[in-house]
């Protein structure tokens, strides 16, 4: 094997490693398109590229990665696209649920479950309850998430549960999100070169280091994650202040 492969390389060390990396993995449509295949192609490609950047994760010593997997708006996809896309997270809880739970990953999911079919949200609850207790990476997935209605979803349950307005604060909309208990995103990270957000974790993405690669999800691999984190462990976070 040529010594230069990818899989050789050696990466140093990094000084500051993000304690949450949040991943909107965009762009499997493109990497189809380009390939003259169809785009449930592309997602399946995409699905598949996913492990490698766990286990890159896991090596980089990234504790709590989030990834953008479905949001409230695909739902407006040609319906052949979104059962594609349901199927896809069936077969990965199908095929990828024993491995994962081997490597110690801690599945969790934020998002919505109700529009789910019966049998697929049991699969997910299934799947959470199993790697409950792992301990090696938090896999949060953003299935039929959106930033918006889970803001949306807090409040209802905040005014259902008789807060006053004086007991409002930061902290406690935080706790009522689907996010309660993990820290906010340090960096979020978005393939195929668009720079927007796409309502990915509005809240707690406030102050998050962003870095956008051209790169498509489905080529996004263990160097391009190195790139992200090493970009990020050279940049200045001010959160408003003056640099010191
Ligand atoms: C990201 O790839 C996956 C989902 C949004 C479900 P896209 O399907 O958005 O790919 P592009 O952006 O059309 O290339
Ligand atoms: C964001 O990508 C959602 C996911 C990656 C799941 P989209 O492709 O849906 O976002 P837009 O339409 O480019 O903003
Ligand atoms: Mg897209």
């Known amino acids: ?100 739970h081997q490597e110690g990953v801690q599945l969790r999911h934020i998002g919505r479950l109700d529009r789910l079919t019966p049998r697929l949200r049991q699969k997910v609850l299934d799947a959470i309850e199993l790697t409950k207790n792992n301990q090696q990476l938090i896999l949060n997935v953003a299935f039929d998430y959106g930033g918006r209605a889970e803001l949306v979803h807090a409040v209802q349950r905040i005014v259902a549960a008789g807060v006053t307005p004086e007991q409002v604060d930061e902290a406690l909309i935080s706790s009522y999100l689907y996010t309660a208990g993990l820290p906010d995103p340090d960096l979020i990270i978005r393939t195929s070169g668009e720079m927007r957000i796409s309502n990915f974790l509005i809240w707690q993405g406030a102050y998050a280091e962003l870095y956008v690669t051209p790169t498509l999800w489905p080529d996004f691999d263990k160097e391009e994650l190195y790139k992200a984190l090493e970009s990020y462990s050279r940049r200045e976070r001010r959160f408003g202040m003056v640099p010191g």
């Not at 230069?4 to 991943?23: E, M, T």
């Not at 192609?41 to 994760?57: C, D, P, S, Y």
């Not at 059962?83 to 997270?89: D, E, G």
């Open 1 to 100: 094997m040529a010594s230069n492969s990818p899989d050789d390389r050696q990466y140093p060390p990094l000084a500051k490693i993000p304690q949450h990396v949040g991943i909107i993995m965009d762009g499997n449509g493109r990497w189809a398109q380009q390939r003259g295949l169809p785009r449930s192609a592309g997602h399946r490609a995409g699905t598949e590229n996913l492990r490698g950047v766990l286990r890159a994760a896991v090596e980089f010593g990234v504790p709590v990665l989030t990834i953008y997997a479905f949001s409230t708006e695909n739902w407006a996809r040609p319906r052949s696209e979104v059962k594609a896309l349901l199927s896809i997270l069936e077969r990965v809880i199908d095929r990828e649920l024993h491995e994962l």
